[in-house]
């Protein structure tokens, strides 16, 4: 069986480079978005830090405080005999009203339980109980053989201490919680016919939370070298992958947010606060699809600078004196520590994925300098008045000068091959080739 002919590798391989680059920046655009969600899902149920930032948001938030105070009195009438402090403040003649005055005062105690949980002691009191619920969570799910206030293997909210608190601080004798319920104020958060599943998901979480970033960078990078002479069209194609990608997460922040407090399915008295909770605990969230917008943004400047438009020559035309390397080495070395100081990215306060995305930042803008020197070279604008030039910029001048020097008539075969293999790689459309092989053949 003899192997294709040039022409016929050309035709099979560039209609496959054509299709092959927008279907992997497609994949990349998706574990993008998939990356946002394992990185703030990762943060959020692991991280003791992102936890205890987001647990003093949503204790402080005034629906979630109302729904709180709520619960709490819920379970001091439940279990407390609160008739009985009221008939010892009564004449003997008015026992009766015991029962009666205590469910008035219901209202009144409810206000003083909103006020409380304000109280700094409280708060304090309402964080801890998070934290060390979290704590021993991620303990349970990483198979450390944590116990603690898990029972058999049921992790538990334990409210009981701010109960006590809220119950002194609106004036209640502290002698009559003493003897509470065991299950006085404790909330279940996960049943220990759920810790497998749970085990499950937390591993995939965690190996989502590396694998998705790099996968990403992977088929971007394979997207790229699969674009051959297309590569500023395959980039600009990414960034709007991208930006598609960062609208998509408040979408999806909403839609997972219904059915996570569906499968919850509060009663309508604490749904607002869960709500307020699940907004709260998505902060981040916003925050990643807001950096991944960003970032596309900033490709799709960079490509629109890089193109041929006559806006983008006259742009690149400017920028040609901060590109001696004098200059664009110093301009590039103070970007990189202003982004580190600024991070006004959450990405850029994690090492890694600030490396990352410096060393991609420092990549395009080199590229960019270098094609701005080329187009100088070829105006005999290079290097610019007070300029110097580098070893890569004298070996781009050398370059210039050979092909001026060595300059003669083409063969017109060659010509046309490349014509021919430019517009297999839909570099030339149809008019433009059928242009390019009148003025060949016509010598033109």
Same mark, same amino acid.
């Given at each position: 069986?003899?192997?294709?002919?040039?022409?016929?590798?050309?035709?099979?391989?560039?209609?496959?480079?054509?299709?092959?680059?927008?279907?992997?920046?497609?994949?990349?655009?998706?574990?993008?978005?998939?990356?946002?969600?394992?990185?703030?899902?990762?943060?959020?149920?692991?991280?003791?830090?992102?936890?205890?930032?987001?647990?003093?948001?949503?204790?402080?938030?005034?629906?979630?405080?109302?729904?709180?105070?709520?619960?709490?009195?819920?379970?001091?009438?439940?279990?407390?005999?609160?008739?009985?402090?009221?008939?010892?403040?009564?004449?003997?003649?008015?026992?009766?009203?015991?029962?009666?005055?205590?469910?008035?005062?219901?209202?009144?105690?409810?206000?003083?339980?909103?006020?409380?949980?304000?109280?700094?002691?409280?708060?304090?009191?309402?964080?801890?109980?998070?934290?060390?619920?979290?704590?021993?969570?991620?303990?349970?799910?990483?198979?450390?053989?944590?116990?603690?206030?898990?029972?058999?293997?049921?992790?538990?909210?334990?409210?009981?201490?701010?109960?006590?608190?809220?119950?002194?601080?609106?004036?209640?004798?502290?002698?009559?919680?003493?003897?509470?319920?065991?299950?006085?104020?404790?909330?279940?958060?996960?049943?220990?016919?759920?810790?497998?599943?749970?085990?499950?998901?937390?591993?995939?979480?965690?190996?989502?939370?590396?694998?998705?970033?790099?996968?990403?960078?992977?088929?971007?990078?394979?997207?790229?070298?699969?674009?051959?002479?297309?590569?500023?069209?395959?980039?600009?194609?990414?960034?709007?992958?991208?930006?598609?990608?960062?609208?998509?997460?408040?979408?999806?922040?909403?839609?997972?947010?219904?059915?996570?407090?569906?499968?919850?399915?509060?009663?309508?008295?604490?749904?607002?606060?869960?709500?307020?909770?699940?907004?709260?605990?998505?902060?981040?969230?916003?925050? *990643?699809? /807001?950096?991944?917008?960003?970032? $596309?943004? @900033? +490709?799709? !400047? #960079?490509?629109?600078?890089?193109? =041929? %438009?006559?806006?983008?020559?006259?742009?690149?035309?400017?920028?040609?004196?901060?590109? *001696?390397? /004098?200059?664009?080495?110093?301009? $590039?070395? @103070? +970007?990189? !520590? #202003?982004?580190?100081?600024?991070? =006004? %990215?959450?990405?850029?306060?994690?090492?890694?994925?600030?490396?990352?995305?410096?060393?991609?930042?420092?990549?395009?803008?080199?590229?960019?300098?270098?094609?701005?020197?080329?187009?100088?070279?070829?105006?005999?604008?290079?290097?610019?008045?007070?300029?110097?030039?580098?070893?890569?910029?004298?070996?781009?001048?050398?370059?210039?000068?050979?092909?001026?020097?060595?300059?003669?008539?083409?063969?017109?075969?060659?010509?046309?091959?490349?014509?021919?293999?430019?517009?297999?790689?839909?570099?030339?459309?149809?008019?433009?080739?059928?242009?390019?092989?009148?003025?060949?053949?016509?010598?033109?």
């Amino acid at each position: 069986m003899t192997a294709p002919s040039a022409p016929a590798r050309r035709a099979l391989v560039g209609p496959l480079r054509r299709v092959g680059a927008p279907i992997l920046v497609v994949l990349a655009a998706l574990c993008a978005l998939l990356s946002v969600f394992a990185i703030w899902a990762n943060r959020q149920a692991v991280e003791d830090a992102g936890w205890r930032a987001t647990s003093e948001q949503i204790t402080s938030d005034p629906d979630v405080q109302q729904a709180l105070a709520r619960y709490l009195v819920d379970e001091l009438y439940a279990n407390v005999d609160l008739a009985a402090l009221v008939e010892k403040t009564l004449p003997k003649s008015l026992d009766a009203l015991a029962i009666p005055a205590t469910g008035a005062l219901r209202g009144l105690i409810e206000r003083g339980a909103g006020d409380a949980l304000r109280h700094p002691r409280v708060q304090g009191l309402l964080e801890q109980a998070l934290v060390d619920a979290h704590a021993t969570a991620v303990r349970i799910l990483r198979e450390q053989g944590a116990t603690i206030e898990t029972g058999d293997g049921t992790v538990i909210l334990n409210l009981q201490q701010v109960l006590i608190g809220v119950a002194e601080q609106v004036g209640i004798d502290g002698k009559l919680l003493t003897s509470l319920p065991a299950d006085t104020g404790r909330i279940e958060l996960l049943r220990s016919d759920q810790l497998r599943s749970a085990q499950t998901g937390l591993r995939l979480l965690e190996r989502l939370a590396v694998v998705m970033p790099l996968l990403t960078v992977a088929l971007l990078a394979a997207a790229l070298w699969v674009a051959d002479r297309r590569r500023r069209e395959t980039l600009r194609l990414a960034g709007l992958a991208f930006l598609v990608a960062a609208l998509a997460v408040p979408v999806l922040r909403t839609w997972t947010g219904n059915l996570v407090i569906d499968a919850i399915d509060p009663s309508p008295t604490y749904l607002t606060a869960a709500r307020d909770a699940w907004d709260i605990s998505t902060a981040m969230l916003v925050e *990643a699809g /807001q950096a991944l917008g960003l970032y $596309a943004i @900033l +490709i799709l !400047v #960079g490509t629109t600078l890089l193109g =041929p %438009t006559r806006l983008a020559h006259a742009t690149r035309a400017k920028l040609r004196r901060i590109c *001696a390397p /004098q200059i664009a080495y110093p301009l $590039a070395a @103070l +970007i990189v !520590v #202003g982004l580190v100081w600024w991070s =006004p %990215t959450a990405g850029l306060r994690r090492p890694a994925i600030a490396v990352t995305l410096i060393a991609l930042l420092l990549i395009g803008l080199e590229v960019s300098r270098r094609q701005i020197i080329r187009e100088a070279l070829a105006a005999g604008a290079w290097p610019p008045r007070g300029g110097e030039l580098s070893v890569a910029d004298v070996g781009e001048a050398v370059t210039a000068r050979l092909k001026t020097l060595t300059h003669r008539q083409p063969d017109r075969l060659a010509e046309l091959e490349r014509a021919h293999r430019l517009h297999d790689d839909g570099v030339l459309s149809d008019e433009e080739f059928a242009a390019e092989k009148r003025r060949i053949l016509g010598g033109d």
